[in-house]
């Protein structure tokens, strides 16, 4: 096996990692899709906010059937933590991994990973969040699936920067 991690933006070069405004209704952030011949087991996700959210919010980790439009990530982008690793066989595309979505998709079937409440008052925990799955706990995304990271911020756009850890 080897181990991924992919941001929702471009990898940076001369610039920090970029950060993403969610809008103000549900938006993939970023999504991961799976080829049909590699499944794919999650280790650890998680985000950040440059502020609180207007109103309170849900930041959701979940595999659909159906892609997002996204901004198409390029191989670069998809990172090997292992500088020997081969390149990932995640699939490239609009309507495969990339992040930042202009068009949700009609999904008909979900499996949810995880779901964090945000909370609109400033000062308050949840601006960062990271999680790490136990080993025999670890979620495994199906075939020819999409991995999403899904913000709702009704109220107030934020910029958020989120990321997500696999093996493959």
Not at 20 to 44: C, D, E, F, H
Not at 134 to 146: C, G, K, N, T, Y
Request: net charge negative; charged share 15%.
């Amino acid at each position: 096996m080897h181990r991924y991690k992919v941001w929702n933006g471009p990898a940076p070069t001369t610039a920090a990692q970029q950060a993403v405004t969610t809008g103000t209704a549900i938006k993939t952030m970023l999504q991961v899709a799976t080829p049909s011949t590699r499944q794919v087991q999650l280790i650890a996700w998680g985000f950040s906010l440059d502020e609180p959210p207007g109103a309170d919010g849900v930041v959701e980790l979940l595999q659909t059937d159906v892609a997002a439009t996204v901004t198409a990530h390029v191989a670069a982008s998809v990172q090997p933590l292992d500088p020997n690793a081969p390149a990932s066989l995640m699939t490239l595309g609009s309507s495969a991994t990339g992040y930042t979505a202009t068009a949700e998709g009609t999904i008909t079937s979900t499996r949810v990973f995880d779901a964090i409440s945000l909370s609109s008052v400033s000062g308050e925990s949840g601006l960062t969040y990271a999680y790490q799955w136990m080993p025999d706990e670890r979620p495994i995304v199906a075939l020819s699936r999409f991995l999403r990271v899904r913000a709702t911020t009704p109220t107030t756009a934020v910029d958020m920067r989120c990321w997500i850890v696999w093996d493959e």
